[in-house]
């Protein structure tokens, strides 16, 4: 069994700033602070992380017992407005559900993501992207809120997953982090430029192959995987 783990944010989908407007909205709200997303940079990190960033930079404290969960909570309910709006900044990226399809179309393939976004966060984005029946997001995956460290929340996606030792990881991502996370777990990583880091320095964290496009994916599947 082949089991694909694909990050969200740069790789399925673009949220054109919608998550940072969303944290920023609720900590004006909650705590009157401007602009605290600015200069803190999401790609490739977890929710739990971006939010004790802030919190240490625009408070200068780091979040009490509960405060953290609260805050990502108030968020999702933000998150979830804007993106089901007119004005919705989300993209779905190109050929990302045709990807998708003809993946889960093989009888040797399992998806799942495996992602820095809480549960929450992902399932939001996925459905208003139109991906969200792509995935068993309620059994499947690794999420934010499974760890702030990408390394262990793709290795409860692996758990999550089933796979044995016959079986192999694909993580397909857009970052170093998805690199050094699948580094970490042992399992094959697909690199992909439509985020915020280059081939080269894909290549060089140790991504086994980097692609330009999602569509890529099916035939280097089927290359990489022939009987």
Same mark, same amino acid.
């Given at each position: 069994?082949?089991?694909?783990?694909?990050?969200?944010?740069?790789?399925?989908?673009?949220?054109?700033?919608?998550?940072?407007?969303?944290l920023a909205a609720v900590m004006m709200t909650r705590y009157g602070v401007a602009d605290a997303c600015r200069g803190i940079s999401a790609a490739g990190r977890t929710d739990p992380a971006i939010v004790h960033e802030i919190f240490e930079k625009a408070?200068?404290?780091?979040?009490?017992?509960?405060?953290s969960e609260a805050v990502i909570a108030a968020y999702l309910e933000e998150l979830d407005r804007a993106l089901g709006t007119s004005g919705s900044t989300l993209r779905v990226l190109p050929g990302a559900a045709d990807?998708?399809?003809a993946l889960a179309a093989r009888p040797e393939v399992r998806l799942a993501v495996a992602t820095g976004n809480v549960r929450g966060g992902a399932r939001i984005k996925l459905?208003?992207?139109?991906?969200?029946?792509?995935?068993?997001?309620?059994?499947?995956?690794?999420? &934010?809120?499974?760890? $702030?460290?990408?390394? %262990?929340? +793709?290795?409860?996606?692996?758990?999550?997953? &089933?796979?044995?030792? $016959?079986?192999?990881? %694909?993580? +397909?991502?857009?970052?170093v982090h998805d690199v050094n996370a699948a580094r970490a777990v042992g399992a094959v990583c697909v690199g992909i430029?439509?985020?915020?880091?280059?081939?080269?320095v894909?290549?060089?964290?140790?991504?086994d192959v980097v692609i330009d496009e999602l569509p890529a994916l099916v035939p280097w599947h089927a290359a990489r995987f022939a009987a």
């Open positions: 069994m082949i089991h694909y783990l694909f990050d969200i944010d740069g790789t399925l989908v673009r949220a054109g700033g919608a998550g940072a407007r969303s408070l200068g404290r780091a979040p009490a017992e509960g405060e990807t998708l399809h459905h208003h992207a139109g991906l969200a029946p792509h995935f068993d997001l309620d059994r499947t995956g690794g999420y &934010g809120c499974d760890s $702030a460290v990408r390394a %262990v929340l +793709v290795a409860r996606a692996v758990e999550r997953a &089933g796979a044995g030792p $016959a079986d192999t990881v %694909v993580v +397909v991502g857009d970052t430029t439509t985020g915020s880091d280059p081939a080269e894909l290549s060089a964290a140790g991504a």
